[in-house]
């Protein structure tokens, strides 16, 4: 091997550490990038030249040469976050945005939304994932849009409750007894606040009419046999347009009755809607239900619940229904399934839309292309959507961000290795040099 030789192979090794170290720097200096991947600069031998000897073939390195520089795709520390559109990914994928034309990956989940309420990168680059209509979630991918919009009234067709009667002792009063206000529940005498006082249970639940204007029903129990509770849904008067009403007096909107067994559970329920003609102002006629956990048509069990089990005094367990008034977008709020949640000023949450994760089958294979972005390739295969938390897709986390995958203490070892072999090489020139000086003296 000449000495020219032995410059090239020395020449050879610097190249390959001064590679080395443009790598680690590029690590370094992205050590606070969100989501970036560290390089990791792979080096091989070039072909050695051959001689044949007498001992057979013999072969002489020629140094080494910069193979490939390969992402690190492990997972990132994750960080809270102040801001509720940013999202990191907790396991594998990407998160796939377009420029219009093309589409890039990334694992950089720093997001807002733009002027038409679109989800883009800092860059502009637009989020892709499934849209939403009405809370039901589109199966197709396109460029994620959150509606901002407030959210329109919704008035009370269901009211479910959940009861514990403590059963009374004989004599039984009827639902309308010398006891309590003489007259009907029409609105013109019977004085809603001590009617349902002089009941043996009453609940009360804020509804919705279509105009989103809250009102107070009250639903009033009494017991009027061994196992027989009648029972009716009350409003006051003086919010409706009934001719000759009364303020604070009772009307009712529905009655009924609820047959229970020898052991306290519900068998039987009846349930009519008042004949009476009324609305409050402004909004439609009022025709709700009343769910106690029976259907009153078919006898199926319901959502409700209501027994006769109860000890000491008569309970009301839980009251839901399901209107509400109009609602301002207050915050937005990402769920591990990726899905964006909006919460509104009226209590309501609604999905908005949901992430779309991108994997690959060899996302080793994706080429970096600046801005925290990657662009697939022959090499990576194409990307396969799909929603967080399937497949092997990883889960989303809001309000918190990936970190960079660059661990410091490492790059500085990398970094003394690569600068000791940069300086040997150094050396392995110089020598070859000074020998080169040698041999010239010598002619």
Known sequence: MSLFNTLQTGASGLGVSGASLGVIGDNIANLNTTGFKRGRANFADMIPGGTFGLAGPQQVGRGAMLNNISTQMSQGALSASGSSLDIAINGSGFFQVSSGSESFYTRDGVFGLDAEGFMTTPSGYRLQGYGAEDGVVSPVVGDLHIDQRPIPPQVTEDITLSLSFAPQEAPYETFLSDAQTAGTLDGTGVDLDTFAADMDHSTS??????????????????????????????????????????????????????????????????????????SWPGADPWTPSL??????????????????????ESATLSVSQDGYAQGNLDNLQVDEDGNILGRYTNGEEIVLGQLAIATFDAEGGLERSGGNLFRATLASGDPALGVPGSGTRGSTLGYALERSNVDLEDEFVDMIQAQRSYQANAGVVSTADETLQELVQLV
């Open 205 to 278: 639940v804020t509804v919705y009419d279509s105009m989103g204007q809250p009102h107070d029903a009250v639903v009033v129990f009494e017991q009027t046999g061994p196992n027989d509770w009648s029972y009716s849904m009350l409003i006051d008067a003086g919010e409706t347009d009934v001719a000759g009403a009364v303020d604070g007096a009772a009307l009712e909107v529905m009655s009924g009755t609820m047959t229970f067994d020898t052991e306290g559970q519900l068998s039987g329920v009846t349930q009519a809607l008042s004949g009476a003609a009324w």
């Open 291 to 312: 769910d106690l956990g029976l259907d009153p048509v078919t006898g199926d069990a319901t959502d409700g619940a209501a027994n006769a089990t109860g000890n000491g």
